[in-house]
């Protein structure tokens, strides 16, 4: 069991540039990484996704009870909206980014904290791939009231007796893949 640091600030600040930058970056980055899996609902789909990334950083930034590590790394993330240009470079790299970058605060956290980060990260890009939702014969459709969002993310840890546990939730097969792809770059399971 990881030892817990005292206090969460000391995570990041004990990070070089380089490696905060891509702690900080991985929740906005884990998002578009979803949203660019599938263009095929073509730019009405991608700004939607990305109008929902931008609520949802701002919504789990508030959210005291995400942890009090991943709250301070979304309101970094919120804090350095400047720099979200360049952190939509090379989305294709984000499973190996986010693997190192969890390597990288590891040791530094206990592993609940560590735990409710890789949450935190993966109901972020679940929740951008529900912003727009594509129906049986792949054609894209605005996605529900945040509520139903809720309740498909909570379908999740319900949906436990199939064997994809993201079956159950109406996103395409490429959104489909790359939150698989996410699922074990994160070392974690959606159950």
Known sequence: MNQPVENVSDVLSQLTDEEREAVVSLPYRVGLYVSFSDLSGGWDAQEQELEMLTSIL??????????????????????????WPSWSQNIDTVPAEAEMALETINLALSDKSLLDFKTVLFDIAVSVAMAFREDKD??????????AKVVGLMGITIATS?????????????????????????????A
């Open 58 to 83: 701002r919504e789990f930034a508030e959210d005291f009870c995400k942890g009090e590590f991943s709250q301070k790394v979304m309101a970094e993330c919120l804090r350095g909206r400047d720099k």
């Open 138 to 147: 792949g054609q894209a459709s605005s996605g529900d009231s945040f509520f």
């Open 162 to 190: 199939t064997k994809d546990k993201l079956s159950h939730i109406n996103v395409s097969a490429s959104e489909r893949k790359a939150l698989s792809t996410l699922s074990k770059a994160l070392d974690y399971s959606p």
